[in-house]
């Protein structure tokens, strides 16, 4: 299917997983049953840290965010994606390719910079444990938060409108499962060199800004903590970095990897597979990472499936 330019365009053609009808099947299952063990997972750990009042802290607070994000960020895509290869219907119209592109970019910044804040949080809360409820208060957790969503709404905003300045006159099929820049500028017939090269810096000067905040923070927390004169302080202050320093390391990591390598012209099987590992399996294994490397969390989990257990047999 040919487009003459983009003003006449309604609709793109999303790439499958599979020509074969058996593996659509499988694949789409596959994505349904991710998509549901990560939403699950990510809803729980939204309830279990706005139910339980001993995780009412900066720290669970942007957990409790994080949660919030991997949610919505698995949503935008997996189901689609999955009802897509069920059904056999590659088809998205502009509108909805638009939304995918700005909800997709937007997700991913705040997920970023969460993270980098959620360095800080552990930075202050081991650094300067005394001043810990003065720096990380409430009203400032609220305001870096907000900061992290209005940011990535600019930021979103700006390389959504950009891309869709350009005309589509090549081909509407887009080589990927759902709708990026990348697999976008690659089919437009405009001149995309400045649409490349703000993605390109923009994602450098972010990436590189937050991945040095995060090692400046994470130096300055390790040197404090091997200064601990009690090896279970430590295990403690370690128990609650690890956690986030791997959520952090899988997402740029796969981000990195899907963005910045050499892309193939006509797209394959392989772009898509790096793609699910950016898009799909960091919010997938977040709440796994999380709940099993947190003490905290996983006697919160066991209360609450208790509680819910006991209301179960009373009804």
Do not use: W
């Amino acid at each position: 299917m040919k487009m003459s330019n983009f003003t006449t365009a309604t609709e793109f053609l999303l790439m499958g997983f599979s020509d074969i009808r058996e593996l659509q099947i499988l694949y789409s299952f596959l994505l349904f049953l991710i998509y549901c063990a990560g939403l699950m997972g990510n809803l729980l750990i939204v309830m279990i840290t706005t139910f339980d009042r001993r995780l009412h802290t900066p720290m669970y607070f942007f957990l409790r965010n994080l949660a919030m994000l991997d949610a919505c960020y698995l949503s935008i895509t997996t189901p689609q994606a999955s009802i897509n290869s069920l059904v056999n219907n590659r088809v998205i119209s502009v509108a909805g390719c638009a939304a995918q592109v700005f909800l997709v970019i937007f997700l991913a910044y705040v997920e970023l910079t969460l993270l980098t804040v959620m360095a800080r949080d552990r930075y202050v809360a081991i650094c300067h444990p005394l001043h810990y409820p003065v720096i990380m208060s409430p009203r400032v957790c609220m305001q870096m938060t907000l900061t992290c969503l209005l940011t990535g709404l600019v930021y979103a905003g700006f390389h959504t409108g950009y891309t869709f300045c350009l005309s589509f006159c090549q081909s509407n099929v887009v080589h990927q499962f759902f709708c990026d820049i990348p697999s976008l500028l690659r089919i437009s017939c405009s001149d995309t060199f400045s649409n490349k090269l703000s993605l390109l810096a923009s994602a450098l000067v972010v990436g590189i800004s937050c991945y040095t905040f995060i090692t400046a923070s994470y130096v300055r927390i390790f040197s404090t903590v091997l200064k601990f004169p009690l090896k279970e302080d430590q295990k403690k202050a370690f128990s609650t970095c690890i956690p986030h320093i791997s959520v952090f390391s899988l997402f740029l990591i796969s981000g990195i990897y899907v963005y910045f390598q050499p892309p193939s012209e006509s797209g394959s099987l392989k772009d898509i597979i790096l793609s699910v590992f950016y898009t799909v399996i960091p919010p997938f294994l977040n709440p796994i990472i999380y709940s099993l490397r947190n003490k905290q969390i996983k006697g919160a989990i066991r209360i609450f499936m208790t509680k819910a257990l006991s209301l179960r047999n009373k009804a």
